[in-house]
């Protein structure tokens, strides 16, 4: 497919746009280090990009931005070097589709053009490159005992609970924390399907 024939569903206009006003006023070697660790979750050489830590960089860097924007850049670059990679485009190839759709600074697309140089190749090779946008992976998982001082899930004081934190990322590589309280019966049914699904897998 030519770079022109990519179309709207592989590069969707109003969430590009958005991530284009951002990419406009990153720095080339923030931008850089951004493409770098989408193509690496994209090589599932990492288990996601953390949204919150890069803002803060950003955001260091005198870059006024917040979390949904950057949330943005990271799903856009995540479509758009997986598009890139299923369709084998070149450096040329990709960096047209991106400016007959949008405007960005010339050091934006020597950034684009300098890491699809370098990764483009490998990722279009990589195994799995069919289904380059893998299902949630968990990234960090941690639980803790505590007694219930108030509670909704527990009706009594000094009740004991179990608190879990989870780290996701989705497909985009995006990292979100998801917390939640459950009664000790509650969990430890939920450790017991984990060691069932334990057992399935060696039987794999």
């Known amino acids: 497919m030519a770079a022109s024939e990519m179309g709207e569903r ?15 006023l990153l720095p080339a070697d923030l931008l850089a280090e951004l493409c770098q660790h989408v193509i690496e979750y994209l090589l599932r050489e ?72 370098e990764e483009g190749k490998r990722l279009s090779e990589a195994e799995g490159t069919r289904d380059l946008l893998p299902a949630l992976q968990l990234v960090d998982f941690q639980w803790k005992i505590g007694m219930a001082v108030s509670s909704d899930s527990c009706r009594s004081l000094k009740h004991p609970y179990v608190t879990v934190a989870m780290k996701l990322a989705d497909y985009s590589g995006e990292v979100r924390s998801k917390v939640f ?15 069932d699904m334990s057992v399935a897998l060696e039987n794999v």
């Open 10 to 24: 592989e590069l969707p206009g109003a969430g590009f746009e958005k991530s284009a006003d951002l990419m406009k």
């Open 46 to 117: 990492n288990c996601g990009v953390d949204q919150t830590l890069l803002c803060q960089r950003f955001q260091t860097a005198g870059v006024e931005t917040n979390v949904d924007e950057v949330r943005h850049v990271i799903n856009t670059l995540s479509g758009l070097f997986s598009t890139a990679a299923k369709q084998q485009l070149s450096s040329d190839a990709l960096v047209h589709t991106v400016t007959s759709h949008f405007t960005l600074p010339k050091q934006s697309l020597q950034v684009i053009r300098h890491v699809w140089n």
């Open 181 to 195: 309280e459950m009664t000790i019966p509650e969990f430890q049914n939920f450790f017991k399907q984990f060691k």
